[in-house]
T-cell receptor, first 116, second 114 residues
Framework: DQQVKQNSPSLSVQEGRISILNCDYT??????FLWYKKYPAEGPTFLIS?????DKNEDGRFTVFLNKSAKHLSLHIVPSQPGDSAVYFC???????????????FGRGTQLTVWP | ETGVTQSPTHLIKTRGQQVTLRCSSQ?????VSWYQQALGQGPQFIFQ???????GRGNFPPRFSGLQFPNYSSELNVNALELDDSALYLC?????????????FGPGTRLTVT
């Protein structure tokens, strides 16, 4: 059962424009969310995270928004650059009793292509 | 600071054989997690080790086993390999406690079972 879902397998954006990648989750116990970027033949690279006590976190060109009532988060990249072309994974974790602290549940990923 | 390393990079095995994959965690990290990423899927949690003890396990059969050593490096062992075990195996290290949410991945080992 997929607890983290990325319903768009691919996204194509022109350089300089905004890229918005979406992620939904079903487990209300998730309280920490992360985005990873993955290039071919490499492991996922940590990009940005957000705790459930916040609704927004920014780091340079990357901003993550969390809507807990909708169980939805999004990653905004502004402005998009060709080097951002990669697969982006959304991941979630829970800290409650009985959970494995730090166990990550991943979506299937969205392939972002930024064209010049 | 040394990142997470994994060996080997690629491996081809025959169904029924056994395989050992290795991971060196990032300096200062004491927790190692292993994930399996099948083609077109996101990484799936296999298990986690914290201070040499298994600290949680995903929905994988007992033929998937692991070890963590005093220097926090780790091994993933898979017995009686099946064709469906063909995947990218990722190791991730983290610092334990709250910071264990942020896991740092190695480049992975690509396992092909024929």
């Amino acid at each position: 059962d997929q607890q983290v879902k990325q319903n768009s397998p691919s996204l194509s954006v022109q350089e300089g424009r905004i890229s918005i990648l979406n992620c939904d989750y079903t487990n209300s116990m998730f309280d920490y969310f992360l985005w990873y970027k993955k290039y071919p033949a490499e492991g996922p690279t940590f990009l940005i995270s957000i705790s459930s006590i916040k609704d927004k976190n920014e780091d340079g060109r990357f901003t993550v928004f969390l809507n807990k009532s909708a169980k939805h988060l999004s990653l905004h990249i502004v402005p998009s650059q060709p080097g951002d072309s990669a697969v982006y994974f959304c991941a979630a974790s829970e800290s409650g009793r009985g959970s494995t602290l730090g166990r990550l549940y991943f979506g299937r990923g969205t392939q972002l292509t930024v064209w010049p | 600071e040394t990142g997470v390393t994994q060996s080997p990079t690629h491996l081809i095995k025959t169904r029924g054989q056994q395989v050992t994959l290795r991971c060196s965690s990032q300096s200062g990290h004491n927790t190692v997690s292993w994930y399996q990423q099948a083609l077109g899927q996101g990484p799936q949690f296999i298990f986690q080790y914290y201070r040499e003890e298994e600290n949680g396990r995903g929905n994988f059969p007992p033929r998937f086993s692991g070890l963590q050593f005093p220097n926090y490096s780790s091994e993933l062992n898979v017995n009686a390999l099946e064709l469906d075990d063909s995947a990218l195996y990722l190791c991730a290290s983290s610092g334990g406690g709250v910071s264990s949410y942020e896991q740092y991945f190695g480049p992975g080992t690509r396992l092909t079972v024929t």
